[in-house]
T-cell receptor
Framework: EAGVAQSPRYKIIEKRQSVAFWCNPI?????LYWYQQILGQGPKLLIQ????????DSQLPKDRFSAERLKGVDSTLKIQPAKLEDSAVYLC????????????FGPGTRLTVL | GESVGLHLPTLSVQEGDNSIINCAYS??????FIWYKQESGKGPQFIID?????DKRQGQRVTVLLNKTVKHLSLQIAATQPGDSAVYFC????????????FGGGTRVLVKP
């Protein structure tokens, strides 16, 4: 079974630029999550989708971050404009249905904002 | 690969010894707990989970203990191997609050040959 795919693996941008990350979950997984992991910390949930609907985006900085999962499969996370404090690893995860089902994580995208 | 955490608490263990990693949680309503392992440059990998109606669960070389009275979770790794070197995170979820997974700060385990 293929795992969660993410691209790009690394991205370096300057502050105030925009960036987008892509995630392809495990086939058949209804729930998709985006996490932000700052160096030295545990992942923090940004947004959770079930199919193409948002379940929880309470910790998403909506003035600069946006995410979509239009067809209930792939998802993109965008930051516009980026700030220095957005430097982190952005992890995508998926689970069969609810978040108490095992979440499988992708390798992440390491974002550096200069 | 890149280090997951440069300033995390670190547990140094001799190969073959047992490891114990501890985690304190604050939400007394949390009802589901998971341990994840994260190697450098990779996403977290599920190790073992436990629900709040249990106090112990065993897997292959791993055991999770839950003490709800003092809100404490531990992961025991038997016969630690070099491949166990990683950062370990505990995570919890509160079913009444929407099942959002909340991760702890992590512990780095270094296995010495």
């Amino acid at each position: 079974e293929a795992g969660v795919a993410q691209s790009p693996r690394y991205k370096i941008i300057e502050k105030r630029q925009s960036v987008a990350f892509w995630c392809n979950p495990i086939s058949g997984h209804a729930t998709l999550y985006w996490y932000q992991q700052i160096l030295g910390q545990g992942p923090k949930l940004l947004i959770q989708f079930q199919n193409n609907g948002v379940v929880d985006d309470s910790q998403l900085p909506k003035d600069r971050f946006s995410a979509e999962r239009l067809k209930g499969v792939d998802s993109t996370l965008k930051i516009q404009p980026a700030k220095l404090e957005d430097s982190a690893v952005y992890l995508c995860a998926s689970s069969l249905v609810v978040s108490t089902d095992t979440q499988y994580f992708g390798p992440g995208t390491r974002l550096t904002v200069l | 690969g890149e280090s997951v955490g440069l300033h995390l608490p670190t547990l140094s263990v001799q190969e073959g010894d047992n490891s114990i990693i501890n985690c304190a949680y604050s939400n007394s309503a949390s009802d589901y707990f998971i341990w994840y392992k994260q190697e450098s440059g990779k996403g977290p990998q599920f190790i073992i989970d436990i629900r709040s109606n249990m106090d112990k669960r065993q897997g292959q070389r791993v055991t999770v203990l839950l003490n709800k009275t003092v809100k404490h979770l531990s992961l025991q790794i038997a016969a630690t191997q070099p491949g166990d070197s990683a950062v370990y995170f505990c995570a919890e979820t509160d079913g009444a609050a929407g099942n959002k997974l909340t991760f702890g700060g992590g512990t780095r385990v270094l296995v010495k040959p």
